[in-house]
């Protein structure tokens, strides 16, 4: 009886630690998500997203703060983004689901229950809506979506600051949804050699233009850059710009993905955020701001520039996704997939970094990549 008793109270063993998501599996979690710009959040609005298949409520009290929540109500299921934002005496601003009424705080806390009379006594405050982390920065919006969602532990780094942010407001935004989970969007988006059979403009390059190409790259935060160089020759779109344009490439978890362009002292940053949607749906969202005065006199020229690339990007996935669904064994070859190899080695080394509680250690070494395009 007492060896059965002591083996009884053996601890069992720790849990082996999960591997991380495979390819085109998984998300990468406690990290920032670009969300919206700050001008679309307006004062008492109540807007509704979907982030890694989870409805998020993104609002903006009258007051001027941002905050985001769970967009369901813990009552009946109710989006609450359905509702409005009211501000009761001594209640303060909270947003009003559209159902039975109950109200909840900016911190996903309720504040009341108006079908409760004097004497059931059940304290609302108890009652919580999961609120999501949130931020402004640079005229963006981002939430951070947490590895544990119990948790109320707090980002232990702030949303990425990307460089040439000029001009004031952004001065061309276009977005697009592409059926695809997140890791095959970024690995298309930092493909160097599709370009001239994808994106086959008079205004861009051909496959009749492609010649070999020697960059040099660098780790930077969370990602790599391409350092800062002269663009290719076939890449006509650069020409209008004029004097002699230099830029840099940055790619950072979890997927950001920045040209940084200077051409003397004028600046044009062109940003794409991309955020998961669902395993099989990725917002791709393209942000450019300049102070060059190309952008006042050709911006509708570069708006359909835009649309096109990712239209073409978009049908480009329409298409692998007829591949994808037999789930086939992909080949990465060197120098061209080395970006793709990079990504995968982030996402892993980023998971792993998170689950054993330690730093952020950068796989990513200083080296010369070569392809043709």
């Known amino acids: 009886m007492k060896a059965a008793e002591d083996a009884a109270v ?9 591997p991380p998501a495979p390819f085109g599996k998984g998300f990468v979690r406690d990290a920032w998500y670009f969300v919206a710009l700050a001008r679309d959040v307006a004062p008492g609005s109540l807007e509704r997203y979907e982030l890694m298949g989870e409805p998020v409520l993104i609002g903006r009290t009258k007051g001027g703060q941002v905050f985001a929540m769970r967009d369901i109500c813990p009552h009946r299921a109710a989006p609450l983004s359905a509702g409005r934002l009211v501000n009761k005496p001594g209640e303060g601003e909270t ?6 009424g109950w109200r909840f705080r900016p911190d996903g806390v309720c504040a009341a229950i108006p079908s409760l009379v004097e004497d059931q006594a059940i304290d609302a405050s108890r009652i919580r809506v999961r609120p999501y982390p949130v931020a402004e920065s640079q005229g963006m919006v981002f939430v951070w ?3 544990d969602p119990r948790s109320d532990a707090e980002p232990d ?3 990425p600051v990307f460089p040439g942010v000029v001009g004031g407001d952004a001065r061309l935004v276009e977005s697009m949804v592409f059926d695809s989970h997140i890791d095959h969007a970024v690995v298309g988006l930092m493909d160097p050699a599709h370009g001239p059979y994808v994106h086959q403009q008079w205004w861009w390059r051909s496959e009749h233009s492609m010649h070999e190409k020697a960059k040099a790259f660098a780790p930077v935060d969370f990602g790599w850059a391409m350092v800062r160089h002269s663009p290719s020759s076939n890449s006509r779109a650069y020409r209008i710009l004029g004097g002699a344009p230099a830029t840099e490439i940055t790619f950072r978890l979890p997927g950001y993905r920045w040209e940084h362009i200077e051409v003397g002292r004028k ?12 395993e099989t749906s990725t917002r791709i969202t393209q942000i450019f701001w300049s102070d060059h005065w190309v952008f006042g006199v050709a911006k509708p020229f570069l708006r359909a520039g835009v649309v096109a690339f990712l239209k073409q990007d978009g049908g480009m996935v329409n298409l692998q996704n007829e591949g994808l669904r037999y789930d086939p064994a992909l080949i990465w070859i060197d120098d061209a997939d080395r970006q793709a190899k990079w990504y995968q080695q982030l996402k892993r080394e980023w998971m792993n970094s998170r689950a054993e509680g330690r730093a952020f250690a950068n796989p990513i ?7 043709k395009s």
Do not use: D, F, G, N
């Not at 600046?267 to 669902?278: I, K």
């Open 157 to 159: 780094h702030a949303p």
């Open 95 to 100: 947003v009003e689901c559209c159902y039975h």
């Open 365 to 371: 070494q200083p080296t010369t990549l070569r392809w």
């Open 267 to 278: 600046q044009v940053l062109a940003l794409t955020c991309l955020t998961p949607l669902t």
């Open 145 to 147: 979506m947490r590895a």
């Open 10 to 18: 053996q601890p069992s063993p720790a849990p082996a630690k999960a």
